[in-house]
Each structure stands twice: as C-alpha cells, then as structure tokens.
C-alpha cells in the first residue's frame, strides 16, 4: 500500500525508482525509505537521547520550556499544541530544535530562526541531536531531489531553496495513554504537515495512522533503520498537486512510543506557490501562520 523505496536506486536515478516514488508523492503521499546512509544504530542513539531527556527530572524539561518564549525551540509539554481544532490539545511531549542563522543575518531577528534551547542533561544530548539532524538532512535533500526529478521538475527546483532552511528536528514523546483521555485526546491528532517533506525515525512501536484515498486509518510500520516519509503543505502547493500531503495522527496505546520527525521547511523567501500561477506564497509566512495556529504559546492560546 506505502511504497518501499531504495534510496540508493533512488540516489542512482533509477527510473523504476523514480515512477513509484512519483506515484507514491501522488497517490498516497507516504513512502517508505530504507537503505539510508543513516544507520540502524544512529537512529536509535538519536531515539535514546531523547527518550533520556524526557524521562528525566520535569523540573530540568522546564528550564528549556519553550513555552516561555516566542518560539518553537526547547522543550514542548503536553498539551502545549492542538493541531487539528476539533481535538483537544495533543497529550504528546516535544522537544524542539532548528538550524539558527548567524547572528548578523538580517532575517536572524524571526522567530521561525531562533536559537536553540539546549537542556543541561542529559550530557551529550546536544552533540547526539545535532549529529544526527545533520545526516537526516542530507538523506532529505536527495530524496527532495529525486521527488522534483520523479515529477518531471528540474532536479534542484526544490532543493535551490534550502541555504537557510527553516527545518526543525522533533523528538515525540507519547507516554502511555492517559487514563482520562476521551474522543478528542489523542498522542497527535490528524493533521498534514506544513512543510516540504518529513523523514521519519521510529521506535519501530505501531501508532502513526495515515488516512489512505480509501477513506480509512491504516497503520504504518517500520523496522529500525527505514524511515517513514510524508510530505507536506507547502510541496503539495509548490508541486501543484503533483505530491499529497496527507492526513495522519497517533492515537496512542499501552506503551510509551517515541519518534523523531525532520520536517524539512525551505527558506523563508521561498515561494511555494506552483509555478507559472503568478501567484506568491512565502514558507516563512505559511509557516509561521501554521505555528501560530497549533502552539498555543504562539497564538493557539
Ligand atoms: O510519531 C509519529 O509517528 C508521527 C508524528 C507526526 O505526525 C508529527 O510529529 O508531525
Ligand atoms: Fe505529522
């Protein structure tokens, strides 16, 4: 049903390759990517790092709270985020962080830039994080690459507006599910992603749900070492529906699951608006529309 596709095929140009990847962008906006360059192994130290910061001491979670700030990086409690109107505040914990500009960039000043917030412990959480932020975004860079050539774009008609991308890395921390939790509790409710594509590492605990063209909730699964892949708002614009940024959610179960979402953002300036419309969207406004509608400490309140 998800397509599994070989990233180095992909890599390689391969034209199988390319069609089920088109036609997954298309048709079911979820893939499956294995044979990555990011092992098995670095994502499950990616995976345990934040699992560490999570499990440990709330009052160390608290002193990176991004909630005491204008923006999204640091530390998410639970129910600091509603994505989908209708639900209640997602019960999942998050843990934040982005690629800062250097100070002296003019477009330094914006919210969607920010520093990062880095916890005191646990001790190579930051080194851990950030290492693996950089591999996941090279692995998404190609895969953005052979999307654009899959769908008959010129291969860097995406991937030319990534020098200052406003990507974010996120850990999930879904706790068992609450014992109060109702009908409108979920670990994540549904919602499509902002932004370009997200490269997915799981605990390889079930939980994600995609809503299929067939109208229903299915379970995706993947074994340690694949990702999961989906893409979102701004490339279903920006692709003139070439590529379909589908609905999805975890509603949670019996056990703590983790899961660590690149969402791959393009530049501020970008303008995602499918071309030859005229029209003019910019990533950065979508964007920051998108967070001022989900986080309620930027606007959701
Ligand atoms: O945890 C998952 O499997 C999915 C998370 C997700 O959809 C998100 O963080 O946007
Ligand atoms: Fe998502």
């Known amino acids: 049903m998800i397509p ?22 298309r048709e079911v906006g979820f893939l499956l990517l294995e044979n990555t360059p990011v092992t098995a192994e670095q994502q499950r130290a990616v995976l345990a790092a934040y699992r560490q910061f999570f499990r ?66 646990p001790a190579d959480f930051q080194v851990t994080v950030e290492d693996y932020f950089i591999r996941a975004r090279q692995v998404a860079m190609t895969m953005l690459r052979g999307i654009a050539r899959g769908i008959g774009r ?28 109702g009908d409108r509790d979920f670990g994540i409710a549904t919602h499509t992603d902002y932004g370009c594509l997200t490269l997915l590492a799981t605990d ?24 999961v892949i989906n893409f979102g708002e701004m490339l279903e614009m920006w692709s003139a529906g070439a590529v379909k940024a589908t609905p999805h959610r ?35 406004e979508h964007l920051s529309q998108r967070y001022a509608e989900t986080y309620l400490h930027m606007g959701n309140g």
């Not at 605990?205 to 299915?218: A, S």
């Open 250 to 284: 975890v509603i949670g179960g019996t056990e703590e699951r983790i899961s660590a979402p690149l969402f791959f953002n393009p530049d501020y300036e970008a303008n995602v608006a499918p071309p030859g419309s005229g029209r003019s969207i910019s990533a950065g």
């Open 204 to 227: 390889g605990r079930g939980g994600l749900e995609v809503e299929l063209r067939d109208g229903r909730w299915h379970g995706v699964h993947t074994e340690p070492g694949a990702f």
């Open 56 to 121: 440990q001491d709330p009052a160390l979670k608290a002193e990176v709270d991004m909630a005491r700030t204008g923006a999204n990086r640091g530390w998410g409690a639970s129910r600091s985020e509603r994505v989908d109107p209708v639900a209640n505040p997602d019960y999942k914990e998050v843990f934040d962080c982005g690629v800062p500009l250097s100070a002296d960039d003019p477009l330094s000043s914006l919210p969607v830039y920010s520093e990062n917030l880095w916890p005191r412990s």
């Open 4 to 25: 599994r596709i070989d990233f180095r095929k992909l890599e390689a140009g391969n034209a199988d390759t390319l069609r089920e990847v088109a036609s997954g962008a």
């Open 154 to 181: 010129d291969p860097d008609a995406f991937t030319d507006k990534f020098a200052r991308p406003m990507a974010l890395l996120r850990g999930n921390y879904y706790p068992p599910r609450p014992a109060w939790a």
